[in-house]
């Protein structure tokens, strides 16, 4: 007797712990069945598709302005940020030397010339007696030889004046364009060295109210990137503006650094108010592709399933998509007629392939239809429609539970944080 009446309250605890399972799965079964569909109007957005770069800042034109003589600086007229104009005595080196080295030159073309003239004489007189036979025809061409000889380096004397000459006008240093100094690298009484390659003596803008960030582009981006893009930019010194700027050349020379490959690209901006300094970092958005008047719907409506249980829209009654360009949609990516089912069975076409392009659903009158769409570009929020929706159609974007629909929830709320003031639970 005692045996049995363990056995029916063994029954008994083992029911009951099986009805509030099944009462516990039923109920939030209940509670996550399908609720309201949460819906948004297509419409006109701009979408652009953009690419990241970093690149440091220089103007459009600058000069490097060295010297081609050596000496020492005797004289220096300009400073940092002088403003100079072209042709602007900018400096001098020390000039005695060159000076002494232009006489020199010039007094051996007066030798050389006054050779020339005797050795010319002598020429003209062997030949009066050559022809009347009292010189030899030996003289006649040892004085010929004699006289080119002369004249070869009377030209060359000549010469050596003239090149004396230039490097005296190089002691002058002369600015070669309308600008702004930028920097100066020497100091009066420093030597300068034209040996090999062209001291820098001044770097020289041309104009600073327009610059070029020259951006390094991962080789993953560059095959988006063309000339006439346009450009927004930011400065750490103004991170508060943005600049515009657009693409003027996308260079094919690559540089690697540490096995990354990168190109560069020559962005140009204007710079009115001369705020932008060369030498600045500009962190860059390249506009790759851009829609001003896209047809849009949100990003997540395509990633949307309706629950099952979702009340579905009559096919008859259904409006089809606009007729697109070069036909209808294929064959089978709208539901058959007749019943629907359960939205699983959207998950193919009607022909059990898969169907072409995108879906998304729409709602008619609260309930949920099936509607084929060809996207086109997105910017990670909106995406353009090309084929299948109209402006002020009615895409889903998510679904209420029943449980979010009684409490009037549309988002999921943590039950750790406080809820809004004023509601408190019934007793």
Known sequence: MKKLLKIVIVLAIL??????????????????AAGPLVSTQVVLAAISTTISATGTLEPVDQVEVGTQVSGDIAKIYVDFNTKVKKGQVIAE?????????????????????????YKESTYNRVKKLSESNAASSVELETAEYNMNSAKLSMERSKNEVSQARLNLSYATIKSPIDGVVLKRAVEVGQTVAASMSTPTLFVIAKDLSQMKVM????????????????????????????????VQEVRLNPTTTSNVVTYTVVITAENPEQKLLPGMTATCTIVTQEVEDAVAIP???????????????????????????????????????????PPSTFKKRADGKKPSGNMVWISIDGKAAPRPVKTGISDGVNIQILKGLSVGDSVVISQETVEEAKSGKSEASSPFMPGPPGKKKKK
Do not use: C, W
Not at 306 to 323: L, V, Y
């Open 15 to 32: 029911g009951a712990i099986a009805y509030g399972v099944k009462t516990f799965f039923f109920t939030e079964k209940a509670n996550a």
């Open 93 to 117: 080196l020390d000039k005695s030397k060159l000076k002494a080295t232009l006489t020199q030159a010039e007094i051996a073309y007066k030798s050389a010339e006054t050779d020339f003239k």
């Open 215 to 246: 951006a390094a582009v991962d080789e993953a981006d560059i095959g988006q990137v063309k000339a006439g893009q346009k450009v927004k930019f930011t400065v750490d010194a103004f991170q508060e503006d943005t600049f515009n700027g657009s």
């Open 299 to 341: 990003v997540k409506a395509l990633k949307f399933t309706p629950a099952d249980g979702t009340p579905m829209a009559d096919p008859k009654g259904m409006p089809r998509p606009p007729r697109p360009e070069g036909g209808e949609f294929a064959k089978g990516d709208f539901p058959p007629p007749g019943k629907f089912g």
